[in-house]
């Protein structure tokens, strides 16, 4: 079985521009790179936003040498970037924007949450890319929530919804430059699951919502998260509660992580690039 290296509860949150209340449940922030190829996942809500004219969230901002994926719950949220694409990420779907060589784009409520107002609960996980991918392209895969296959799990314990890599025979629908699985789970109450991911692959549990028990010995109320050991085989999940996990395995890319604000890159001399590149520019129009 896989061991458990580290794990830690949601600290209090803060607020991304005036749109997304989040709890960073992990982040490279701190010169870590022990979640390789995952750097940052930040939880948002589950928040209750009154009706207003006014769409909340962030403005023109840039992004470089890494990918974010935005998962969301529930809400709307709406995305316009500089390569010219753009549309709305409802429940169930999942956007995948790859800024690699460098992307400028803006993440507000779209205009109906907005005027409607309603819960809003989501994701964004941002996603490291190897050296040789960071001068790629930017790119953007729209996913939607029809696109995803749900797989159910044995003994009626619940489902999982393969965004990415494979699970149960199902491949998911994202594209992406290193193996990874990211696996949006649902177990329900009382019931015990084993999962196998890949040996060699860092492994991240992620409990957004519900009561868990890792491994048969370790506790886990959402919001939480434990890092498992690259090896060992498999862990199981006993549902305490009805609980809704992401579940992350990935190969990691053991380069240097040097990170300033929206950029990740191997070195201080490619941040320092990277922000002339920005005020230059080279980032494009949005
Ligand atoms: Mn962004």
């Given at each position: 079985m896989r061991k458990v290296l580290s794990s830690a509860t949601a600290p209090s949150g803060?607020?991304?521009?005036?749109?997304?209340?989040?709890?960073?449940?992990?982040?490279?922030?701190?010169?870590?790179?022990?979640?390789?190829?995952?750097?940052?996942?930040?939880?948002?809500?589950?928040?209750?936003?009154?009706p207003t004219a006014k769409p909340r969230g962030v403005g023109v901002h840039?992004?470089?040498?890494?990918?974010?994926?935005?998962?969301?719950y529930q809400g709307e949220v709406e995305?316009?970037?500089?390569?010219?694409?753009?549309?709305?990420?409802?429940?169930?779907?999942?956007?995948?924007?790859t800024a690699a060589n460098g992307i400028?784009?803006?993440?507000f409520h779209s205009e109906d949450f907005t005027r409607k107002g309603g819960t809003l609960e989501m994701v964004q996980l941002w996603v490291n890319l190897p050296a040789a991918d960071k001068s790629a392209e930017?790119?953007?895969?729209?996913?939607?929530?029809?696109?995803?296959?749900?797989?159910?799990?044995?003994?009626?314990?619940?489902?999982?919804?393969?965004?990415?890599?494979?699970?149960?025979g199902s491949d998911g629908p994202a594209r992406t430059f290193t193996p990874m699985d990211v696996w949006d789970t649902r177990l329900k109450a009382g019931k015990t699951v084993h999962f196998s991911p890949e040996e060699g692959h860092n492994v991240i549990v992620v409990v957004l919502d519900g009561k868990v028990t890792l491994n048969?010995?370790?506790?886990?109320e959402g919001a939480a998260q434990a890092r498992l050991s690259r090896d060992g085989g498999g862990f199981t999940v006993e549902a305490e509660t009805d609980a809704k996990l992401l579940i992350l395995a990935g190969a990691p890319i053991d380069e240097p992580v040097v990170a300033y604000g929206p950029f990740v890159m191997n070195s201080?001399?490619?941040?320092?690039?990277?922000?002339?590149?920005f005020n230059s520019g080279r980032f494009g129009q949005l």
């Open positions: 803060h607020w991304v521009g005036d749109g997304f209340p989040v709890r960073s449940l992990f982040s490279h922030m701190g010169g870590s790179n022990d979640y390789t190829p995952f750097l940052m996942l930040d939880y948002a809500g589950p928040e209750e936003f009154g840039p992004h470089k040498g890494f990918e974010t994926v935005t998962i969301v995305h316009g970037d500089s390569t010219g694409r753009g549309g709305v990420i409802r429940p169930g779907d999942v956007q995948w924007m400028l784009h803006k993440e930017p790119g953007y895969q729209a996913i939607t929530d029809a696109d995803i296959p749900s797989v159910d799990l044995p003994d009626d314990a619940g489902r999982v919804r393969v965004i990415a890599g494979s699970y149960g048969g010995d370790l506790c886990l201080e001399a490619e941040i320092r690039q990277a922000i002339t590149d």
